[in-house]
């Protein structure tokens, strides 16, 4: 018996691929060539890729006088049409243990920092849906910066809809176990290619190599 009401997971690099680096670099320049700026000085295109809180946007358009509203708008849409088209060429896919997801007798919810539309695109795409009861992406607004993991704030909304007090986040980023830990969840940390070698400043409750390790992991916790 789980001592868990709910598993929730992340989305990119947990349940699907997570998007390359080249990609997103080339959706951010085309984002600030779509408003003016041919060539962005490579350090805003870097601060922008990293998550920008709200004020480190505003002064980032500020440098090049554009207006931060405009400019958020062409970033999200560059951003998220570049991951559809990756989706869609098969350059980004869903992981082969993700069918051990329904092994795993939770209600089970999805909380990501990556876009609601381009969430809802990938469980449509890859008929995933059916796995998960509520997901929760961020709406392509600013205001949004300041509510994406590591903050808890759509971690206790999913909390909310499963009516669950007690659940195990999994994620494969540093911000995914502080997220879990500030809304009072264990957290597993999935180790995959792309962060095989990541050092954590914080420790998870648990490591996994596979999601194919939760279902002993949730009944034996």
Not at 157 to 173: C, F, I, K, N, Q
């Amino acid at each position: 018996m789980s001592v868990y009401d709910a598993i929730l997971f992340d989305n990119d690099g947990v349940l699907v691929d997570p998007p390359g680096i080249e990609t997103k670099t080339a959706a951010t320049e085309a984002a600030f060539a779509a408003v003016g700026v041919a060539e962005p000085d490579p350090a805003d295109v870097d601060a922008i890729l990293s998550g920008p809180t709200e004020a480190e946007l505003e002064d980032c358009c500020a440098r090049y006088g554009l207006d931060p509203e405009s400019f958020w708008r062409a970033r999200e849409r560059h951003d998220e049409d570049s991951q559809l088209e990756a989706f869609r060429a098969g350059e980004r896919s869903v992981y082969d243990d993700v069918e051990a997801v329904r092994t795993v007798p939770n209600p089970r919810g999805v909380v990501s920092n990556n876009h609601h539309s381009t969430l809802e695109f990938v469980l449509s795409h890859f008929e995933l849906a059916s796995l998960f009861e509520c997901y929760y992406g961020r709406p392509m607004s600013i205001e949004s910066l300041s509510r994406k993991k590591p903050r808890p704030h759509y971690v206790e909304r999913a909390m909310a809809d499963l009516g669950a007090e007690t659940a195990l986040y999994v994620g494969d980023s540093e911000s995914d176990v502080v997220a879990a830990d500030r809304a009072g969840l264990d957290s597993a940390f999935i180790r995959r290619e792309h962060n095989r070698a990541l050092s954590l400043s914080v420790d998870p409750d648990y490591e996994v190599e596979s999601l194919r390790a939760l279902p002993e992991l949730v009944e034996s916790a």
